[in-house]
């Protein structure tokens, strides 16, 4: 009977030690800078269009990129210089400043929407914006 006692102690014991330490500060996972995106998302009509996107953390970068035109989903490869210089697809352009993302994006030509996803890190933390694009409509 005291087994059992003793046993269970130290059971609820470890269990109320775990959870405290759980509850502990993410910050030291190094996650303490989030990217600080002021919106992640915009839906714009089919026509060329420029949108700037606010980020309040100076500190980031473009981690991936993800298009879906119609059925077809592609990953474009970033390039290693994207931290400098501006991102070009066939479709948009994507350009970076310490507290801001620039998108361009042209005139969708299609009878299907199109949707930009911009993965965005900084430390620990990432975050990303979605661009959706209407699509033509007929005259």
Request: neutral net charge; aromatic residues 12%.
């Amino acid at each position: 009977m005291k087994v059992k006692l003793i046993f269970s102690m130290v059971v609820i014991t470890s269990f109320v030690l775990t959870f405290n330490m759980c509850k502990e500060d993410n910050r030291q996972l190094g996650c303490g800078e989030e990217v600080g995106l002021e919106e992640n998302y915009i839906n714009i009509t089919a026509k060329d269009s420029l949108y700037s996107f606010k980020v309040k953390n100076g500190i980031w970068w473009i981690t991936s990129l993800k298009t879906i035109v119609g059925q077809d989903t592609l990953y474009p490869q970033l390039e290693v210089d994207s931290m400098r210089n501006p991102i070009k697809g066939d479709w948009y352009s994507i350009k970076r400043s310490s507290h801001q993302l620039i998108i361009h994006v042209d005139e969708n030509q299609y009878e299907y929407p199109r949707q930009l996803f911009v993965g965005l890190q900084s430390g620990n933390c990432f975050d990303g914006i979605w661009v959706e694009q209407s699509m033509k409509k007929d005259r």
